[in-house]
């Protein structure tokens, strides 16, 4: 497994801009596919993207495309979430999430239990 840190999380006010960053640290020689989910108070953890190893690969949830974007810098150890025209229903705490494989993502790579080692997560709170 590896450890996660999150990252980036802070106040902004609808239609604003925040990059979540999430950097791995142990075992991190190997491959993983990197995810990115969310938990709004009283409701159940959700998906919000996925990216491959190489970065090829990404998938989104409905509510996130078009306007955020996964990215990776395996250098650095570091998967970030470019979250644009925040709306105050993102308001959630956001988790970076890893699993082993190097393959393409797709809408299998949504699913919470397929993923290992999860971060501690970080509060993202959007205002009207």
């Known amino acids: 497994q590896v450890q996660l840190v999150e990252s980036g999380g802070g106040l902004v006010q609808a239609g604003g801009s925040l990059r979540l960053a999430c950097a791995a640290s142990?075992?991190?020689?190997?491959?993983?596919?990197m995810g990115w989910f969310r938990q709004a108070p009283g409701k159940e953890r959700e998906f919000v993207a996925a990216?491959?190893?190489?970065?090829?690969?990404?998938v989104y949830a409905d509510s996130a495309k078009g306007r955020f974007i996964i990215s990776r810098d395996n250098a650095k150890s570091t998967v970030y979430l470019q979250m644009n025209s925040l709306r105050p229903e993102d308001t959630a705490v956001y988790y970076c999430?890893?699993?082993?494989?190097?393959?393409?993502?797709?809408?299998?790579?949504?699913?919470?239990?397929?993923?290992?080692?999860w971060g501690q997560g970080t509060q993202v709170t959007v205002s009207s």
């Open positions: 999430a890893a699993k082993r494989g190097s393959a393409a993502v797709t809408i299998a790579s949504m699913s919470r239990s397929l993923y290992d080692s």
């Open positions: 142990g075992r991190t020689s190997s491959t993983y596919t």
């Open positions: 990216i491959s190893w190489s970065g090829g690969s990404t």
